[in-house]
């Protein structure tokens, strides 16, 4: 019955998903425009990032914690949250952002789109998961589109000696980010999504704030307001507020339906970048943006079938 429910997509689920997944597609945009606007580092826009963050994660950890029915955490479950918030949200943020200052907002997200593809192989090889006949087919289909963009992009960016290095950043981001998507998927079952999203942030905060500490600058965090902005905006509009939305998405029409609807992500930062960015949308961006969600689509559409059966 509860299965039933959650495979039925409800107005208020669908609204509140998909707007969380525009709000995530931000991130990048505000990114490019902080760079271009405040010269700041990575490193320094991802802690300002995790400092306004943070007490809505402490805040999400108490509370789950204190809850009636909270599960203790073993030692060994503990370790696990841990690896998985640094793979989440501390190494795969670091990538994104150092790779988003040398590659285009549109491509960016198209790479970093691949994460579930990931997941799917991480399941299949460290998990012994079978892969499907229409696994192998998304996979296909995601990559070829991940090839077409490619070359397209690369044949407009060619006065950029820092492409595949960004290129290759991102790539890391989203395999780093599939482990922690993978990884919650067999924990969160234990202690609970709220308790994993709450803990799994906060170890992620702290080995930001461990880097920060020893390789960053401090004053450059008194660079201005405007730097303390973009910092503000990615905290609020593209991480906690799209983060609870999408944790109320899941509660509302189940996680298959918020993947399908999550897909919209890739053509909103492609629109987004296009209008406020001023990035080219071109044939073979759109082509291989096509072939990408077709791709991710297919996985999360088998996931559904699976599950009704």
Not at 245 to 261: C, E, P, Q, T
Request: hydrophobic share 50%; aromatic share 12%.
């Amino acid at each position: 019955m509860n299965a039933a429910k959650q495979n039925k997509i409800t107005i208020a689920g669908f609204l509140v998903t998909l707007t969380g997944a525009i709000l995530f597609s931000t991130k990048a945009i505000i990114v490019k425009k902080a760079f271009g606007n405040t010269h700041t580092d990575a490193l320094t826009l991802l802690t300002l990032r995790m400092v306004f963050s943070l007490p809505f994660y402490l805040v999400s950890a108490v509370i789950s914690s204190n809850q009636k029915g909270n599960i203790r955490m073993s030692r060994k479950e503990w370790l696990y949250v841990v690896l998985l918030g640094l793979f989440g949200y501390y190494f795969s943020s670091l990538f994104d952002f150092i790779g988003l200052q040398y590659i285009s907002a549109g491509l960016e997200r198209l790479i970093l789109f691949l994460y579930p593809t990931f997941a799917v192989l991480i399941n299949v090889y460290f998990f012994k998961q079978p892969m499907s006949r229409s696994q192998k087919i998304a996979l296909l289909l995601t990559y070829l589109g991940i090839a077409i963009a490619y070359y397209g992009e690369l044949t407009i960016d060619t006065g950029n000696p820092n492409f595949f290095l960004g290129s290759f950043l991102v790539f890391l981001c989203a395999i780093t980010y599939s482990i922690y998507i993978a990884g919650s998927g067999k924990i969160i079952p234990l202690i609970g999504a709220n308790k994993f999203t709450g803990f799994a942030m906060l170890a992620a905060t702290a080995g930001i704030f461990m880097h920060f500490i020893v390789v960053g600058n401090i004053q450059t965090l008194n660079t201005g307001v405007g730097l303390w902005q973009y910092g503000i905006l990615l905290a609020i509009v593209a991480t906690v507020i799209p983060s609870f939305m999408i944790s109320n998405g899941l509660k509302r029409i189940g996680a298959n339906n918020v993947a399908i609807i999550s897909g919209i992500g890739p053509v909103s930062t492609i629109v987004q970048a296009h209008y406020i960015l001023g990035e080219s949308i071109f044939t073979e961006q759109i082509i291989g943006t096509l072939l990408v969600i077709t791709g991710v689509l297919l996985i999360g559409w088998k996931r559904k079938a699976a599950g009704a059966g």
